[in-house]
């Protein structure tokens, strides 16, 4: 049964960062593509970033590049997200995501529709 279990999310000050950690089983995700997406109040589900398999490529929505990284380590099996220099807009819950289809190791992907599978999310609230 594949499971992704989020964790690290808070309440952080304006200027703070965070850092989420996404705990996947099931399966052995290093060769596929995974990413982090988000959702605020009243808002539609938005990506955020986005890594290939094996950690290759990576990809940011313009709202966080140069303030978020994502990385994975294949070894444990997880996928992370170091948010610096947080913002109030940044107020979320975050999912993971993996897509288990994925034939291409090198490929990230920036749409819900290309993933298969999601996390029961994780709050993130920064205060201005």
């Known amino acids: 049964q594949v499971q992704l279990v989020e964790s690290g999310g808070g309440l952080v000050q304006a200027g703070g960062s965070l850092r989420l950690s996404c705990a996947a089983s099931?399966?052995?995700?290093?060769?596929?593509?995974m990413g982090w997406f988000r959702q605020a109040p009243g808002k539609e589900r938005e990506f955020v970033a986005a890594i290939s398999g094996y950690g290759g490529n990576t990809y940011y929505a313009d709202s966080v590049k140069g303030r978020f990284t994502i990385s994975r380590d294949n070894a444990k099996n997880t996928v992370s997200l170091q948010m610096n220099r947080l913002k109030p807009e940044d107020t979320a819950v975050y999912y993971c995501?993996?897509?288990?289809?994925?034939?291409?190791?090198?490929?990230?992907?920036?749409?819900?529709?290309?993933?298969?599978?999601w996390g029961q999310g994780t709050q993130v609230t920064v205060s201005s």
């Open positions: 099931g399966r052995t995700f290093s060769s596929y593509p």
């Open positions: 995501a993996v897509d288990l289809d994925q034939r291409y190791a090198t490929v990230v992907l920036t749409t819900e529709a290309q993933y298969d599978y």
